[in-house]
């Protein structure tokens, strides 16, 4: 069974800072990995989608990278901004019987400080 | 291009009572999966449909039930409801179903069982 971490549970940066989010996950057997930004009470935005093959993705300020081999994954967020608060989560989607849906870590709640 | 929506937003019921909560998919994408994720946890998957077949469910009892309607739109109905029921619901949708497939969500509903 596919299990996905994510450390740390919460993190408090002040604005600028550089940082990054860990994903783990136990069954390197995947399809591929997304990364998604939640607000509180609302539903996900999905930021980055890499696929088993690749090594990461970037958009704007974000860089993700894959290790399936070793079964983790980063979210590398430049140049930290208050509007970047929020729950990050990463899902996988695994292969086999499981592939139809997405394995989600508890996430990471990050607050940036102005 | 319309992006995923439900409704209602919230919703409360009582112990035993039976909901129905909707979604509409993104323009083009024949697919919906539905998550149910409770405070401070990540999504757990319920089940998917693709093309008006259930074609994939989670860890839920069969008083989780579903539907999707010729336009791809959605419905996720829980009979009997339990206090444990409470929770945010999500609806994603993809283009193909395909497992190489960007997963967007819907803003979710809160249901509020007492």
Redesign the interface.
Known sequence: KQEVTQIPAALSVPEGENLVLNCSFTDSAIYNLQWFRQDPGKGLTSLLLIQSSQREQTSGRLNASLDKSSGRSTLYIAASQPGDSATYLCAVRGSGAGSYQLTFGKGTKLSVIP | ETG?T?SPTHLIKTRGQQVTLRCSSQSGHNTV?W?QQAL??????IF?YYREEE??R?NFPPRFSGLQFPNYSSELNVNALELDDSA?Y?C?SSQT?G??D???????T?LTVL
């Open positions: 995923v439900q999966s998550y401070g946890q990540g999504p757990q998957f998917q074609n994939g989670g945010l999500l994603a179903g497992w190489t960007t997963q967007y969500f819907g803003p979710g809160r």
